[in-house]
């Protein structure tokens, strides 16, 4: 999508930390840290919401997944614990309309959030 944030950081027209990236998948550093670690994990094919998470296959669905888990076993979050999180809609706190997952961790996070 021409207009959106996240579309134009996979293309690489806007620069942003990228801590891993494959066929389907990127992962870059969030701007605003609310954890040591929060990185956002976004799928390259442009979706708003997972609402309209059946828009992508099977395969992408599977590999957004399992870049979570490599990620967090990568930067040793799953010893200690993490959060993955996405918001839907504006009234969820979602700003950039591109389906994305926060994965936050080193740090302790309550219950219930926000």
């Known amino acids: 999508m021409k207009d959106c944030l996240f579309c134009k950081i996979i293309n690489k027209e806007i ?33 708003s919401s997972i609402v309209q998470i059946d828009k992508l296959a099977c395969d992408q669905i599977c590999e957004l ?3 979570i888990s490599k990620i967090a076993k990568e930067l040793g979050l799953d010893s200690s614990g993490f959060r993955v999180v996405t918001n839907t809609g504006t009234s969820a706190g979602q700003s950039v309309d591109h389906l994305h997952f926060h994965i936050m961790g080193k740090r302790d996070f309550k219950w219930p959030p926000g």
């Open 65 to 67: 997944v399992k870049s």
């Open 15 to 47: 620069k942003s930390d990228i801590i891993y990236e494959n066929e389907n998948v990127v992962v870059f550093k969030d701007i605003n840290p609310q954890a040591p670690v929060h990185l956002l994990l976004v799928p390259k094919q442009h979706i």
